[in-house]
């Protein structure tokens, strides 16, 4: 069973919350507490910074998240700063999600790029956001590797859709970001 065939008609946190964690535990994983605050936080609309150490559970945040947009039928997008990251997270996510409901979107390929969940690079989101701004056709977007914020020749490709999408939940996860 997907994530997507348990997506409720409720948009209620609690609801979405309770149905994330059952298919979590059925997966065998348990929550943990940073993970717990943070998926509160974006069920209930809340812009995220999530910066944790590697291996705490960015990615199953992450999960939550795109279930949480999918329930309130908004189009979701995951970025990350490589096509090899792309592509992974593209497949574990057709794996959550169902295959139909996942696309990708790199420099050299696009697949089902009209899904409501897209893994796509930092560049592909922010041009998209440069040609479209707030009219774009995105209301969640999960930042991986967030801490390429800072860098002189890529940052602007995570600094563009902060700016030109508005009205856009932001869930940024770094493991290295620093205090913030």
């Known amino acids: 069973m997907t994530l997507t065939d348990r997506l409720p008609d409720t948009h209620d946190p609690e609801v979405l919350l309770d149905l994330f964690d059952s298919w979590a535990q059925e997966q065998g994983l348990s929550l943990y ?7 509160f936080e974006v069920a209930t609309g809340a812009n995220v910074i999530l910066s944790t150490p590697t291996g705490s559970g960015k990615s199953m945040v992450a999960l939550g998240a795109h279930f949480f947009a999918m329930s309130s ?9 490589i096509k090899a990251l792309v592509s992974e ?5 057709c794996a ?3 295959p139909e409901n996942v696309g990708m979107m790199t420099g050299d390929a696009s697949v089902n790029a009209d899904a409501p969940i897209i893994c796509c690079t930092a560049e592909i989101l922010a041009n998209l956001a440069l ?11 999960v930042m991986d ?12 490709a995570w600094q563009v859709p902060i700016i030109e999408l508005p009205n856009v939940q932001f869930i940024l996860m770094s493991a290295t970001l620093g205090d913030v």
């Open 33 to 39: 507490p940073a993970q717990q605050e943070a998926l």
């Open 73 to 81: 039928r908004q189009r979701t997008f995951y970025t990350a700063p």
């Open 89 to 93: 997270k593209f497949f574990a996510l």
């Open 96 to 98: 959550a999600f169902g």
């Open 131 to 141: 040609r479209d701004g707030p009219d774009a056709d995105v209301g969640q977007v």
């Open 145 to 156: 590797e967030f801490h390429f914020y800072s860098e002189p020749d890529r940052g602007w």
